[in-house]
C-alpha cells in the first residue's frame, strides 16, 4: 500500500483500494460428449490430429457457466497461417487478434459441432 500511495502522490487520498475477491480458474472434463463431438468434427479440417487439454493463461466467462453445472471450453480452429507461438502472443495479449481464415473456420467448426450433436442426439 505504500508503494500505490507513493505512486498516487497527491491523488493517494482520493483513491479507494478494493480488494479483488480471489476467483479460481476452473476446467471441464473431459470424458463428455462435447469433447468426443469437438475430436470428432476437427478431422474435417485436420485429419489425424488430436484434441488435447490445454490451459491459458487469462479469464473467459466459462467459469460462470462451469459453476453453475455445464460444461464449457475454449475451442477454436486456426488456419494454417497461426503458429502456436503467434496463439500464445495473441490472446490475452495487448494486441489480441486472430486472422480472418481463422475466424471462419471456427465459425464452420461451431455448426458442424451443433449438427454433429443433434445427429448423435437425435
Known amino acids: 500500500m ?18 479483488v475477491k480471489h476467483d479460481a480458474s476452473s476446467a471441464s472434463p473431459i470424458d463428455t ?6 475430436s470428432h468434427v476437427t478431422q ?15 479469464a473467459t466467462d466459462a467459469r460462470f457457466f462451469r459453476r453453475a453445472g455445464s460444461t464449457a471450453y475454449g ?4 488456419s494454417e ?11 490475452h495479449g495487448d494486441d489480441e487478434r486472430i486472422d480472418t481464415a481463422s475466424l ?6 461451431w ?3 451443433a449438427a454433429d450433436l443433434l445427429t448423435r442426439r437425435g
Open 75 to 78: 475451442f477454436g480452429l486456426f
Open 44 to 58: 474435417q479440417w485436420y485429419p489425424g490430429s488430436e484434441t488435447v487439454p490445454y490451459l491459458t493463461v487469462g
Open 81 to 91: 497461417n497461426m503458429t502456436f507461438e503467434d496463439y500464445g502472443v495473441m490472446f
Open 2 to 19: 505504500a508503494e500505490l500511495r507513493a505512486a498516487l502522490g497527491d491523488l493517494a487520498d482520493h483513491v479507494e483500494y478494493v480488494p
Open 33 to 38: 460428449p462435447l469433447w468426443d463431438t469437438l
Open 111 to 113: 455448426e458442424a459441432v
Open 104 to 109: 471462419g473456420l471456427s465459425t464452420e467448426l
